[in-house]
């Protein structure tokens, strides 16, 4: 209250100091400058994707010109490029920013509400549990297309309310949930291991492609599910960013600032996981694009606003470029996961040891 | 006893502990046995016993008797390759400190793992004693990395920090393990049904192969087991003592390595042994690393031995994978430890 009856004055100019008016127009200077920059790398970030996803369209075995495939995706009948774009380059990389989305959403929601850059879904658990769920479900239980994608849905599901009932004892403590989900996950690696063996037929391609992550395949019946989640999701962790924010000041301090702690950890968790479940049921648990996705953002936009967004477009952009180099650029063709997990461990081992030296947050 | 005088007292308290951690120890070694024979005696194919008879005589004639005779040698790497993790891990959770420690957790046999994998692909290695030496030295740099960077900034190595960086570091070496394997498919079948981990590799020669390396191993830990017990008073007051606290931390951890890459060299990696082992262990005989070595070792070996039994005769005729069984019997474990402490100590 106290700063703003000294404000008015000197804003409406009755004050005859001008010191508090030139601080106030700095501080705004500021706040704009820096809004601005936000708006510039968010929109910088925005069109790589969509360039990225142009360029996926366009190349591969053959080049396609863009306005062939512009028609071809506004659904008109090109020979040739129909089949080629439309039935195997759209859906992939569809599924390409689709995923990449969902993994930059929920690992920055994650990292946000657990305070620890390094409490991403793929270190505590979940992904493990949706992976090892929809390896069983395929060579055990038998099952393809979206019957895989429910089983793995309600693994993540579970995993997730597991980790968080176990750690909930005498109120849920962050650091007790990563050790738990680290547990569980290990578990279910050894879990998803077992079942692998047991599949002797199982080409190891699509083992390693529930293991890595992969976007070999795709078609609409695994995208469409990612997208439906994503639509209906996203603009609720979105909106639920600002009350997410607050986390990172501390469980005590949060509630006094009118955060309903309980229900906004619970609805978070909720939505964060069924990205990721769906994510990591259409296209693998893609080596720590949830991970990387928020750091990576945190150090383009710097300390200015909600991560949610740029994490995102991060995620996306990671798939995009991980596909693309794991198909064209290498000697030999990888899947994404191996590709952006190679990229991404010298980054990560430099995550850690900054972390733990600076005792931060992302 | 009725009447206890002062020096009745006395005399309970200091000759007491002894005979009840001797009986223990008789009482592990005959459990161990017993399940030794019955790891033996069992298995997904039923044998009769004038068969096992004949098979343990050493004749191979007819499939029961061959079976019975392959079991001898798993048999056996069991109860090795169990007392070398169970020690491993006593021994890493008293270098750190740390009740979380353990060669799976810290990303130790997935170095391991990295290392064998390379040395198949790049180098064609094929036998037990040259994967020895590789996972040993993969086992050992990432043990460095892990803990220096599990120790990094204030408060030293907490469990939280080591638990993140070893889950982390594996998470990265795992990517390492799918470039390598999935760049080479002739070795992509053999690497996998190593990776995977098990008992099914114990042969008589494999065995002879990882022994020096145990033996060294063993001899490394069992040396340090007076210092280990210095270290838990803390660096400075060990140090007081007259302890020369780099060397001890430096050899037991190389004894720790040592045994988890040759155990690995020929099993895979093996969780959760090294965790639940120790942690059972100190329940028995107290924190004692004098006690608390052996005890691991025999612990060790009766879990991965029942866990064996356990996998080859629950699901019939499929045999279920012995790193799945101490994972599933390991992971609840790990979870209790971490519920019991204090949220501060984390």
């Not at chain 1, 992976?131 to 849905?153: C, D, P, R, W, Y």
């Not at chain 2, 030295?137 to 030293?156: N, Q, R, S």
């Not at chain 2, 998470?171 to 098990?198: C, E, H, P, Y």
């Not at chain 2, 965790?275 to 690393?289: F, K, Q």
């Amino acid at each position: 209250m106290n700063p703003r009856t000294r404000d008015r004055p000197a804003t409406t100019g009755h004050s005859p100091a001008p010191e508090p008016a030139s601080t106030l127009e700095t501080v705004v200077r500021g706040r704009v400058r820096r809004a601005r920059r936000r708006r510039t790398i968010i929109a910088v970030l925005a069109v790589l994707v969509a360039a990225g996803f142009a360029a996926s369209l366009m190349f591969g075995q053959t080049f396609y010109p863009p306005g062939d495939v512009a028609r071809v995706v506004f659904g008109q009948e090109v020979p040739g490029a129909s089949f080629t774009v439309g039935r195997l380059r759209l859906p992939r990389a569809v599924l390409a920013v689709a995923a990449g989305l969902s993994f930059g959403l929920a690992g920055v929601t994650f990292q946000t509400m657990l305070r620890n850059p390094l409490a991403s879904p793929d270190i505590i658990g979940i992904s493990s549990g949706a992976s090892a769920a929809a390896v069983f479900a395929i060579v055990v239980l038998g099952l393809s297309g979206t019957a895989v994608s429910t089983v793995a849905v309600v693994a993540a599901l579970a995993v997730a309310l597991l980790v968080h009932a176990l750690s909930a004892r005498r109120g849920a403590a962050g650091t007790r949930l990563i050790l738990i989900g680290i547990g569980i996950g290990a578990m279910m690696d050894s879990v998803t291991a077992h079942v692998l063996d047991r599949a002797a037929e199982w080409d190891l391609q699509e083992a390693m492609r529930r293991l890595t992550g992969s976007l070999n395949g795709a078609t609409w019946n695994e995208t469409v599910p990612v997208l439906v989640v994503l639509v209906l999701v996203g603009p609720l962790l979105l909106a639920m960013s600002r009350d997410l924010e607050m986390f990172r000041l501390g469980e005590d301090t949060a509630p006094a600032l009118g955060v309903r702690v309980a229900r906004t950890r619970l609805l978070a968790l909720t939505g964060a996981v069924g990205l990721i479940a769906f994510a990591t049921a259409a296209a693998g648990p893609v080596a720590f694009v949830a991970f990387l996705s928020g750091p990576i953002a945190a150090r383009l936009v710097g300390p200015n606003g909600s991560l949610f967004l740029p994490a995102a477009l991060v995620g996306a952009l990671l798939v995009l470029v991980g596909d693309f180099a794991g198909q064209f650029l290498l000697d030999s063709r990888y899947p994404v996961g191996v590709v952006t997990g190679v990229l991404g461990a010298p980054y990560l081992v430099y995550l850690i040891v900054r972390t733990n030296r600076s005792e931060g947050s992302l | 006893m009725t009447t206890s005088t002062a020096t009745d007292r006395r005399e309970r308290s200091t000759r007491r502990p002894l005979p009840l951690k001797t009986l223990a120890l008789v009482a592990l070694c005959t459990v161990l046995v017993l399940l030794a024979a019955l790891s033996v005696t069992t298995g997904s194919r039923q044998v009769g016993w004038a068969d096992i008879v004949a098979a343990l005589g050493g004749s191979t004639d007819g499939f029961d008797r061959a079976a019975v005779a392959a079991r001898v040698p798993r048999t056996l790497l069991a109860v090795l390759a169990g007392a070398a993790l169970g020690v491993a891990g006593a021994v890493m959770q008293g270098v750190t400190r740390n009740p979380l420690a353990d060669p799976g957790i810290l990303g130790v046999n997935t170095g391991a793992a990295l290392a064998v994998v390379v040395g198949m692909a790049s180098f064609g290695l094929a036998s037990a004693t040259s994967f020895a030496w590789v996972a040993i030295a993969g086992g050992a740099v990432t043990a460095v990395f892990v803990y220096a960077v599990g120790t990094l900034g204030g408060g030293g190595s907490t469990p939280l920090k080591l638990a993140l960086a070893g889950a982390a570091t594996s998470a990265a070496l795992t990517s390492f393990i799918s470039a390598v394997v999935l760049s080479r498919n002739d070795i992509a079948d053999n690497a996998r049904s190593w990776q995977i981990g098990g008992l099914g590799g114990g042969t008589q020669e494999s065995l002879q192969q990882i022994l020096p390396f145990l033996v060294v191993g063993f001899a490394l830990c069992w040396l340090c087991a007076r210092g280990l017990n210095m270290l838990a008073l803390g660096d400075d007051l060990a140090e007081g003592l007259g302890e020369r606290v780099a060397l001890t931390r430096g050899t037991a951890s190389l004894g720790a390595v040592v045994l988890c890459g040759a155990t690995t060299a020929v099993t895979g990696p093996i969780a959760f042994v090294g965790l639940v082992v120790p942690h059972v262990c100190r329940l028995l005989v107290g924190a004692d690393h004098r006690w608390l070595l052996p005890f691991s070792a025999l612990g060790g070996g009766v879990l991965l031995t029942a866990a064996d039994v356990v996998g080859r005769v629950v699901a019939r005729p499929v045999q279920i994978d012995v790193g799945i069984v101490t994972a599933l019997i390991g992971a609840p474990f790990f979870i209790h430890i971490v519920r019991r402490q204090k949220v501060r100590a984390l």
